[in-house]
């Protein structure tokens, strides 16, 4: 599987029977359709939808059904529509068990940075804020590096926050990290990535107890147990 794939497919199993989860704009979204359904994970976007079902395969978009990036959904017999006020009363209330999110940079810490680069323009950092600071438990989906190469998971973000503390769990192409008071700890890794690789790529302080899991044996195991009919 490829990168975005892997990582997708990793936090999906990070989200449990019966949440409500919102899927932040880009990678996010690829999530959905890597749950397993019978864990009946009500899907939300601060735009006003719950229960979205998976992403719509090409050709078969429905221009008013989209989520709050203007990225298409598609509806499940749960779906529910709502209007603005009570979406972002849902996040407010802290009603949210989730929120898995992109961003631009991490820190150590799990502040966020995902709404502006400096020097650049942007309209504002939306629904972002309120889900990374109001969710119960924040997922961030990240490639280690920029395309220029430059690390996103980072000692201390160089770009405007968009929330500070707020991330618990990242995932990336090469590892699964816990944020924790004294650094990131790798909990899982890619099967390709050695340790050392990981810490080569992570400029920050990184806690390590071998043995580590692997990422791809969590998610063949979660697919086997689906294919047999296993409690997920």
Known sequence: MDARELIARRAALLLGP??????????????GNHIDPRLKVVLFAEDGVAGIGPRPRPGEEDVDMINAGGEPITRTPETATFDSAVAFALVRGGRLDAAVLGTMQVSEAGDIASWKTPGGHSPGMGGGMELAAKARR?????????????????????????????????VSELGL?????????????ARAAAVEQVRAATPCRLIVT???????????????????????
Request: charged share 25%; with cysteine.
């Open 210 to 232: 071998e043995p580590v899991a692997v990422m791809e044996d969590r998610i063949e195991a979660a697919i086997a147990a689906a294919e047999t009919g296993e409690t997920p």
């Open 138 to 170: 924040v997922v961030v989906l990240t490639r280690m590096a920029t395309r220029s190469g430059e690390p996103k998971i980072v000692p201390r973000c160089s770009m405007p926050l968009t929330a500070p503390r707020a991330a618990d769990v990242i």
């Open 18 to 31: 019966g949440e409500t989860v919102a899927l932040g704009i880009g990678l996010p979204t690829l999530v």
């Open 177 to 189: 990290f816990e944020v924790t008071p004294e650094g990131l700890a790798l909990r899982e890794r």
